[in-house]
């Protein structure tokens, strides 16, 4: 379910989600890739039932100022490119966020921020709107108040509520940041709540909302997950990847893999190292390649220690891609089973 507030083109990145490129296989790759994933930091304030983040022994660190520097002076040569700053952490518990936001609207990058809410003061919001945030996306999990504290162990809903309203205070009028609301559910939980009631509530604050179905199994070996996983696991599908052709993930360390699945680093999920590798010369490398003939051309999922984990649980960009080639009207809309249908034919 995806709904917007004034219809889809008031999306930042429209004119990406609407590329008749984005969600299905753009092959041969572009020549740089739509989004580029920064790991600003991989700290994290929470310890969620469905993050992987627990599995990982990489060291907990934040990234150096003039490594992103670097990383964001060689995306600003490839127009059209976006940087959303995501990963194993949470983006606002980098000491710098700030600059790190303004560094990168100053490159000319459009930005959007992936945030568990928790840590936005006022001020960092009135320091996000003075650089000219693209958009901040506020990540949930479940439908309710007490779905929400089960799901991210350690958070209180009432205090993501308080920020989410703070935000929008904040901006007014203003037309940035763009204000999403994002929210992954459990099988169990799409049927004891609303999911349209739980659209209908945030939407009165959040220019966007969208609701996905959670994707236990890179924790299916995890007590807390183990409940849920048959259930869950039922409507998932396998499908050829499309990730592998529109974006690259950057950790916090300047290593550059394929997507951001691996919370643990795996080598064989690396492309190479910022400093050592540019950008353009592991988008367009031969391991990438390879990467993408084995889950992007094929179904080769089993093959790599990631990405057998993986399987397609989101279906909310789906209406960009309505076969007719026309966008829904009005200020919402929303993928079902006949999207989730087209979907699968058009990967198969």
């Known amino acids: 379910m995806l709904v917007y507030k004034k219809g889809p083109e008031s999306d930042p990145f429209f004119d990406i989600y609407s590329d008749p490129g984005w969600l299905s296989d753009y092959d041969p790759p572009r020549e740089f890739p739509f989004f580029l994933n920064l790991e600003p930091t991989n700290a994290c304030d929470l310890d969620c039932v469905f993050c992987s983040r627990r599995l990982s022994r990489r060291p907990v660190g934040h990234m150096k100022m003039e490594l992103a520097e670097g990383i964001l002076d060689e995306a600003a040569l490839f127009g059209g490119t976006a940087v959303r700053f995501a990963g194993w952490g949470e983006p606002l518990l980098h000491p710098e966020i700030s600059e790190l936001v303004a560094m990168t609207k100053r490159k000319g990058l459009r930005l959007k921020i992936y945030t568990n809410g928790l840590n936005l003061t ?28 089960f799901n991210r162990r350690g958070a209180r809903h009432g205090d993501l509520e308080k920020n989410v309203l703070m935000a929008a205070g ?99 999920h690396t492309v190479g190292r910022f400093g050592e590798t540019g950008l353009s010369e592991a988008w367009l490398s031969p391991k990438f390649e390879r990467q993408r003939d084995l889950v992007g051309r094929a179904l080769g999922h089993a093959e790599s220690p990631v990405c057998v984990n993986c399987y397609h649980n989101t279906t909310k960009y789906d209406m960009f891609k309505k076969a007719s080639g026309k966008f829904p009207g009005g200020a919402s809309g929303a993928s079902g089973a006949s999207g989730d249908d087209a979907r699968a034919k058009r990967r198969a």
């Not at 006022?122 to 504290?149: I, K, N, V, W």
């Not at 890179?218 to 409507?235: I, R, T, Y």
Request: net charge negative; with cysteine.
């Open 122 to 149: 006022p001020r960092l919001m009135d320091e996000f709107m003075e650089a000219g945030l693209d958009e901040l996306q506020f990540s949930m999990q479940g439908l309710t108040p007490a779905q929400y504290e």
């Open 170 to 268: 904040r901006r007014g009028s203003a037309p940035k940041p763009f204000l999403s609301v994002l929210t992954s559910v459990l099988a169990s939980e799409a049927e004891e709540a609303d999911p349209g009631g739980f659209a209908e509530k945030w939407s009165r604050v959040a220019d966007k909302v969208a609701v996905d179905l959670t994707n236990l199994n890179f924790v299916k070996d995890s007590p807390a997950a183990a409940p849920h996983l048959a259930k869950q696991s039922g409507g998932l599908f396998r499908g050829k990847c499309v990730d592998v052709f529109l974006a690259m993930e950057i950790k916090r360390d300047g290593s550059i893999q394929f997507c951001g699945q691996d919370s643990r680093g795996t080598e064989c």
